[in-house]
């Protein structure tokens, strides 16, 4: 342990309200607990430099996934356990399912939630490509009140987000849809279990023929956020799939991530598994109305 | 007793019994129940939960201690591996990591041991891609797991184990020099 | 993600042991259950983490923040009360600054110089863990730097003289026939040059002990460790201290690997050193960070191998070049070398040979002993040399090994006759079989070309010799000892530890059939060197083998004492043993045996010349690899692994088959997964997050299987094991790679980045594009 444990403050408030009230009672002094996968890690490591925290983990309010016909509402606090095992995320939005399944152990997923995975963000976070490629939002709330923004965009670069220092994120939205959609998930991590991303790739599709009617991609570990790709699914909407829209998507995707070179991987080859990644979910994505892919 | 200044009074339940202690709140429950409670068996391996030798079980979920600061326990249940053997009765898990090799250098054990009564808890029949799953977030540097697979598969009750895992488990004796 | 049902294919091995044994059975070849596993299972064995003691402080460890250089400054800041802070420098110690081992060249604390990253400096001790800890981040030392050398290349460069001389702390030559006279009349001539990384221990326990020192009482040291005279004998010279001051008791040791053979004697050293001058207990436990940053790893390796072949396809010659990088201080480097420079030209009888090997210094962290003590290295060079040839000749791998393959009454590279019965034509025939190697190889040249996913199968075929190099076991003079009580237990006394291995149960069963009593009367005491004898080191694959047949000696001397004395019959019950040992202690006092190694008959070995027996023995192994290559991520994955071997008599199946299994999966991590990155002379992913050893969903099913011919010299016939299982994995697994790709990878680990860059840029994705 290379924190000095003694400096360290928890609160743990008795309800929402009353978290809400001490974060916009002492600005800047507070910040948010959940199930500790990742602040525990840095607190080990002597690498937490901020002191005082309030424990959101005992918040009911931020549990819980509700569906509705329009979407399905996922509380911040949820695990990923819990995420595995509801069944309209496991039929409609596989993905994120496998995300959840492979972050960490069974121990990290009973403790790690949803929104810490988002918070904390991590460019190798597993959830968020999969978040971005469904569309989901983000509902914030504080004690003036709550407000909610796309997901896309929430990340502005290394760490930043778009929320204020007396929010919390309360809840995620995801679009249900009636279509048949091809989702494709996979993250590259050299071992099958316990991995930190060196790639991780979401996307979803739906087709008319061989042209592309929608279309939604997104990556991680490949920027200093995790990247809806933009400009690659402009360059295929409404395309046939075929050698050349690959290789011109392929291209297209090249100029859009901007992987580096860390402990972990190398620029070069994140680069050309996304690429790879991407061949394979658009030339190969033969799983049509079926489950995320597994890896 | 006097409280030292920035700690905080807890209560939760450890192993069936109730426990009431004062402890820094980001203190880590691993080094609470090793240190206040003298529960030495659950281990540290990795300070970062990656290894698993930490784990636990709280309110019946298995986690790494390690990753639990004391203040998240407030009116938790524990159990930590001294709490499952009963009256020297060993778990039949327990004892299916000693008949079939399942430890080493017992390190790992106590929170293989846990993770693996989790898994059967929640599986009493568990494939073998179940099994790996299951225990996919506890390390184990001595066995290559092969032991430890084989040792889930003999704590499953005799009735239920796949018929494939019974067949496995008793084939042939040690092969023997043919020259 | 419903799973398949599949059965767990892995094991042969029988459960029928569940019942319990009877009396005087025989034990040997009985998988007795482990004889701690009772306290491992439920958490009641206690590890040196789990001890304290009253009074007792927390010891950390200040380290070099540069590479090399002098030291200028250590400065004590922050807001830390110092004043209740032991702090221990160079200047504190009592006798000698090294750790006593081979060259005596590493010092406990740096002192002016240092010579690597994270070398330690300053010791720190307080009763507060958390305020010790907060302590050794307020040290600043301050270094002027000077040029390091971080590889091997620019060592033998000599880019700068680091150590000694040249850099060199060992060099070997093995010379046997002419390989010079050859080269002109081969018919084929092929070379290659291979590499090996470093690769950590990642025992789950980390390193740790904890000491008691003072004037009167002389140090006491409480730790986990491999090798507790290793540690006494350090420690007799950092305390100038009489042997018998000097006491080391090992705790229950979470793995070792090697990584707990020389270091465990820095620390109980630093822990002694403030427990000295604090006169309090301390405890020094390393957490994760610190063990991989700052302990030792296995030795990186180059091998330059030039081979001469006739049109039979019989080796002529093999020019062997076998380079380790040391780092910067000696420590087991000579020995590591030895083994691997002994174990380089393989299971294969070739007339002239010349092996030239070299220990080069670098300012990397000392490299130290890991399981297979250079053996894995230069292998792994062979095994993918050999598969190289092969291809050279138009021949399989394995009808050219078949060509070359030692027989009996042929001799090795160091011209040691080998006696044994070795049949490897068996040996292969039988790990194809149970492998469906060649049916799989048909299989998958037909399917790979149009596979995302390309299959392939490999094997490796290799030796491994058991016990210490040479004299090695002549010099150590090993002596195990047998007590026995009025209740007619034994009590073993060695200083062999059990470090998950099942040294314990291993020897009850040996003694337990020497005897002919119940495996339950047998004690395996803990290793302390104040009651146990100095039974050597627990390394080598020797703690089976060796120690084994002393513990066999040593009870049978029990025997013959209470024989001798008419107490008891040559035949005769566990309650005659009994009643005769009460008898015999209550006439004569203590009933205790000793018995001292000696070699088997006409082992002869030069040390200068290098040649002759270099082992007593050596076990036979092929292990085949089925591998499946992911093209979109050019990650490899092993799909199923056999691993057969010949290894004399196998004393417990069940701990055997775990040895080997677990040797395999370290063996995998070390082809595939556990990539140490230095950045500035130090280990930049130091965490398990980020050092990824195999998880229990990357391991595939290990089908281990025994060949046993009794080895004569051996307790029961058995030979060693521990270190085997890890020399075969990586070949086999890069050459089942080279087989699904078709390309010919020459180092490990094999990261998939680099498997991307060997693949080259054609290599993209599915059958789509460019190609």
Redesign the interface.
Known sequence: ??????D???V?PAALNDALALLANEPEVWRP?A???DL??L????KLPHKN?L?I??LDELRGVSVSDKEVSIGSLTTY?EIQSHEVLRTEFPMLCHAA?ET?????Q??GTLGGNIVNASPAADSPPALLAYDAELELVSATGARRIPYQGFHTGYKQMQIRSDELLARVFLPRRSETIIHYY?K?G???????S??CFAGVITRDQERITQIRIALGSIAPIPLRCVKTEDSLLGQDVN?KT??EARESLANEISPISD????R??RL??S???L??FL??GGSAGGPAR?R | MAKESGKIDLHCTVNGQERELQAHPMERLLDVLRERLQLTGTKEGCGEGECGACSVLIDGLIVNSCLVPVAQVEGASIRTIEGVATDDQLHKVQQAFIDCGGAQCGICTPGMVLAALNLLERNPNPSESDIRTGLAGNLCRCTGYIRIFESVVNACAEDIRHTEHRKQEIELPNDRAQH | MEGEKAPIATSTVSYKHLKKAKAVEHLVGKSMPRKEGRKKVTGAALYIDDLTFPGMLYGVTVRNPAIRGVIKSINLGGDVPWDEVTTVTAKDIPGENYVALILNDQPYLADAKVNHAEEPILLLAHPDKYLVEKARQNVTVEIEDQPPVLSLEDSIARKEIVWGEDNVFKSFLVDKGNVDDVWSRADFIVEGEYSTGAQEQLYIENNGCIAIANQKDGVTVWGSMQCPYYVHKSLVKLFNLPEEKVRVIQTETGGGFGGKEEYPSLIAGHAALLALKSGRPVKIVYDRAEDMVATTKRHPSRTKHRTAVDKDGKLLAMEIDFDIDGGAYCTLSPVVLSRGTIHAAGPYFCPNVRIRSRALATNLPPHGAFRGFGAPQSIFALERHMDKVAHALGLGPDEFRRRNFIQTGQTTATNQVISEKVDWGHLLDRAFELSGYHEKRTRFARENPTASKKKGIGFASFMHGAGFTGSGEVYLQSVVGAEATREGRVQILAASTEIGQGTNTIFAQIAADALRVDFDLIDVSQPDTSTVPNSGPTVASRTCMIVGKLVESAVLGLKQTLVGCGLLNEAYSQVEFEHACRHYIDRFGPLKSLSKYQPPPNVLWDDDKYQGDAYGAYAWAVYVAEVTVDMLTYEAHVDDFVALQEVGRVINPVLAAGQIEGGVAQGVGFALFENVVWQNGRMANNQMTNYIMPTAADIPPIRVHFEETPYPYGPGGAKGIGELPMDGPAPAILNAIENATGISINHVPLMPESLMEELGPKSAGRAVGPS
Do not use: C, H
Request: aromatic share 10%; charged share 20%.
């Open positions: 342990m290379r924190a000095f444990i003694p360290y403050k928890i743990t607990f199930g500790g996968t525990m890690v607190l080990e490591a002597g925290y424990n983990w005992s356990t399944a960490g152990g069974l121990a990290i009973n403790r996979r590259v050299t071992r099958k279990a316990q991995a930190i060196k790639v050698e690959i290789a402990i972990r991987s190398t070069d080859y050309r598994v690429l790879n990644l061949e394979d030339a190969g597994q």
